[in-house]
């Protein structure tokens, strides 16, 4: 699978984004695919998951506000993001994960770097 990601944005506090990341080949329905972001200097952070039925993980520093879906027929996974916080502000990336059959397993595998193929990211800015 290869990407192409739009442009990110920048929000206020309290604002909303949403992402989206299309696929470029035609296994992308086979995939748990999943988004990550990262900030110069640190680690990868995985933020959400969505394996091939539609079944969804997501770290604790987003669960209630990120929500993850994929269009299968589109090729196009998106990350939808509300009640925005500063410490939301980094680089997201969108991943294909290797060797995944469950949502369970995507937030684990990504964290010891099981990626198949990812994006070249989107900035993300979050202001106070």
């Known amino acids: 699978v290869r990407w192409v990601e739009p442009g990110g944005g920048s929000v206020q506090t309290g604002g909303s984004l949403n992402l989206s990341c299309v696929a470029v080949?035609?296994?992308?329905?086979?995939?748990?695919v999943a988004w990550f972001r990262q900030v110069l200097g640190k680690e990868r952070e995985g933020v959400a998951g969505?394996?091939?039925?539609?079944?969804?993980s997501y770290a604790d520093s987003v669960k209630g506000r990120f929500t993850i879906s994929r269009d299968n027929a589109k090729n196009i996974l998106y990350l939808q993001m509300n009640s925005l916080k500063p410490e939301d502000s980094a680089m997201y990336h969108c991943?294909?994960?290797?060797?995944?059959?469950?949502?369970?397993?995507?937030?684990?595998?990504?964290?010891?770097?099981?990626?198949?193929?990812w994006g070249q990211g989107t900035l993300v800015t979050v202001s106070s």
């Open positions: 991943a294909a994960i290797d060797l995944c059959v469950s949502a369970t397993q995507v937030l684990p595998f990504m964290a010891r770097g099981q990626l198949d193929t």
């Open positions: 080949g035609p296994v992308f329905s086979t995939y748990c």
């Open positions: 969505i394996d091939i039925h539609g079944l969804t």
